[in-house]
């Protein structure tokens, strides 16, 4: 299943290892794709009928939805398997990364010393603390997340990350595992074809995948990528040099991070909001506000905001906050992210939304038809891991 990782990091799983990963992917395919529809089908034929006709009216969000269908068997029945294959997803990579950690510390410094390809830099700080939101707990699942170091120049956690991330993904995220941020870039580059940004920066880069798509789209533009998790910054800049891309990695906090004030055109971040607390949240959306140029675009890969969905996806999305170690999706799914980017000082007139089709499951064709939408509308498959995915997108100028 790890096919599709092709750099000098790459772990070997052994064939039973190898088959183990197929069969955990099309598992969570037929969870996601199967088992979904007809929890869609039973809410549409039982659930809200029942409801509608106790209460009078439909369920108006999704805690009324997940009450009405906490106690239906097919629930019960998606749920745990899909918490089940979320951690078979993770066990089915550990054991080749426990096996080669050592390697792959040797062959990352070995990465990050060479001077025959990429110039891009790793800037570690050992005094960066990990919040305690991300310490506290095995996000998504995952054991050790993504901070957990064991020996020197530990790149563990990027690795399990890298490895989990291609069963997990089900193909869906395209061979390079990106599909998101070139999804995004493609559109936004687009609809402002004469915004040309000289310093990018990637907040919550994790190993880089959406780091490296800012290389694609913009390759004159000087690419930073920062994350806490040491592990996962050293695991990047590795990664990097060994496909030869020049970018900055940088063990840092998005909360304060020390960049200089005006520093950057574009500040993005993907998958990253929805792991953090809302307090937390404001305080990187100021951040990033001090750190944009006059002129500079603020933008965030994210899951749509409840207020743009209906009730039952609303309920659909917000699972992983009740049953997938993801405490603080739901809490920013809350969120208006227009008032958010308000309260960071952004104007009200310049933010903006969009939906983009995912690339590679609908081609760039797709998303290029949709560059003058004037604004992201709500529908089921927006933000909805599965066959058919859209990307939700938010974010602001600064003036
Ligand atoms: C879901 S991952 C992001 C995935 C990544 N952006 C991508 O496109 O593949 C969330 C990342 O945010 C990082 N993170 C959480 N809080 C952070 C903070 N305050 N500052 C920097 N990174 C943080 C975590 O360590 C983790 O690597």
């Not at 080669?100 to 005094?127: F, I, P, V, Y």
């Not at 690339?359 to 064709?365: E, L, P, V």
């Amino acid at each position: 299943m790890s096919e599709n990782i092709n750099h000098d990091l790459k772990v070997d799983h052994t064939r039973d290892e190898r088959a183990r990963q197929h069969f955990v992917s099309g598992m969570r395919s037929y969870v996601l794709n199967d088992l979904a529809g007809n929890l869609r089908t039973l809410y549409g034929n039982k659930v809200e009928p029942a409801f509608e006709r106790s209460q009078g009216r439909k369920p108006a969000d999704g805690p009324e939805v997940h009450k009405a269908m906490k106690g239906e068997t097919l629930f019960k029945y998606y749920s745990s398997l899909r918490c089940n294959t979320q951690e078979m997803v993770w066990r089915s990579v550990l054991p080749a990364v426990e096996r080669e950690s050592d390697d792959l510390a040797a062959r990352a410094t070995k990465l990050h010393q060479s001077n025959s390809g990429a110039r891009g830099t790793l800037t570690m700080d050992g005094s960066v603390q990990v919040p305690r939101y991300l310490e506290a707990l095995d996000v998504h699942l995952m054991p050790g997340s993504y901070h957990e170091q064991h020996r020197d120049a530990d790149v563990s956690q990027g690795a399990v990350y890298d490895n989990g991330l291609s069963v997990f993904a089900m193909g869906l995220l395209g061979p390079n595992m990106d599909d998101i941020t070139q999804s995004v870039s493609t559109f936004f580059a687009a609809r402002y074809p004469n915004f040309k940004p000289k310093k990018i920066l990637d907040m919550g880069c994790t190993i880089g995948h959406s780091t490296l798509a800012w290389k694609d789209r913009y390759p004159d533009a000087e690419v930073h990528g920062i994350d806490v998790a040491a592990p996962c910054v050293r695991y990047g800049h590795a990664r990097a040099q060994s496909y030869g891309v020049e970018a900055h990695f940088h063990q840092k906090d998005a909360e304060f991070t020390s960049f200089p004030d005006e520093s950057f055109d574009v500040i993005y971040s993907c998958m990253f909001l929805h792991e953090v607390p809302g307090k937390n949240i404001r305080n990187i959306l100021k951040e990033a506000k001090r750190m944009l140029k006059p002129g500079g675009v603020m933008l965030h890969y994210e899951l749509p905001p409840n207020k743009l969905m209906s009730a039952y996806d609303g309920f659909y999305l917000d699972w992983d906050a009740f049953y997938n170690k993801e405490p603080f999706y739901k809490g920013f799914r809350d969120m208006d992210p227009a008032d958010e980017c308000a309260t960071a000082g952004f104007k009200n007139d310049q933010f903006f939304n969009f939906v983009v089709p995912s690339m590679s499951f609908y081609g760039k064709d797709a998303v290029l038809k949709e560059v003058s939408q004037a604004k992201a509308e709500g529908d089921s498959n927006v933000g909805r891991f599965a066959d058919g995915v859209r990307w939700f997108t938010f974010g602001a100028w600064k003036n």
